[in-house]
T-cell receptor
């Protein structure tokens, strides 16, 4: 099936550890995004990538890192520098014309 | 700065009634306005969108209206059903690859 696959769905991390969230899409979209969602708030942009080997910081990039080595993949690393990493993380993609953005099913990260 | 305000934060309606959610954006250069529905624990799904050269768009029980002069747009759901219960987000596009989202509206449709 075509779509955006995020894994894992649930992840627990100890303080001080880095963790990487996977995002894969088979929609042949050029652009990919990572959003963070906290209870009672909207979606906030962490990073986005318009093309392979290129990415830009969003509004809340501190404590996160990304890579875009393949068109289909856009993994997000939550580093120990992120002060409040517990959240719901959403990966998304769109065509280069950027109209409709499609979301994956999300990954829950809990720091214990 | 770039901002999208969404109201109300919660909305409770009786099944069969209409629901209206409103959003206001700050940048007059915005040209694309999607609406997403998010069910608990899932990713948002696009339900309808509108571009700045259109004033209204309908899709069955869902409609979106855009007032560019006032810089606001609204989602209208008619004949609401319990399965419409979810969180709804509006968004507006600024730069070519960036959407700014509202804070969400939790809609509850009472049977």
């Amino acid at each position: 099936d075509g779509g955006i696959t995020q894994s894992p769905k649930y992840l627990f991390r100890k303080e001080g550890q880095n963790v990487t969230l996977s995002c894969e899409q088979n929609l042949n979209h050029d652009a990919m995004y990572w959003y963070r969602q906290d209870p009672g708030q909207g979606l906030r942009l962490i990073y986005y990538s318009q093309i392979v080997n290129d990415f830009q910081k969003g509004d809340i990039a501190e404590g996160y890192s990304v890579s875009r080595e393949k068109k289909e993949s856009f993994p997000l690393t939550v580093t120990s520098a992120q002060k409040n990493p517990t959240a719901f993380y959403l990966c998304a993609s769109s065509t280069s014309e950027v109209n409709t953005i499609y979301f994956g099913e999300g990954s829950w990260l809990t720091v214990v | 700065g770039e901002n999208v305000e969404q109201h109300p934060s919660t909305l409770s309606v009786q099944e069969g009634d209409s629901a209206v959610i409103k959003c206001t954006y700050s940048d007059s250069a915005s040209n694309y306005f999607p609406w997403y529905k998010q069910e608990l624990g899932k990713g948002p799904q696009l339900i309808i969108d509108i571009r700045s050269n259109v004033g209204e768009k309908k899709d069955q029980r869902i409609a979106v209206t855009l007032n560019k002069t006032a810089k606001h747009f609204s989602l209208h759901i008619t004949e609401t059903q319990p399965e419409d219960s979810a969180v709804y987000f509006c968004a507006a596009r600024w730069a070519s690859y960036k959407l700014i989202f509202g804070s969400g509206t939790r809609l509850l449709v009472r049977p």
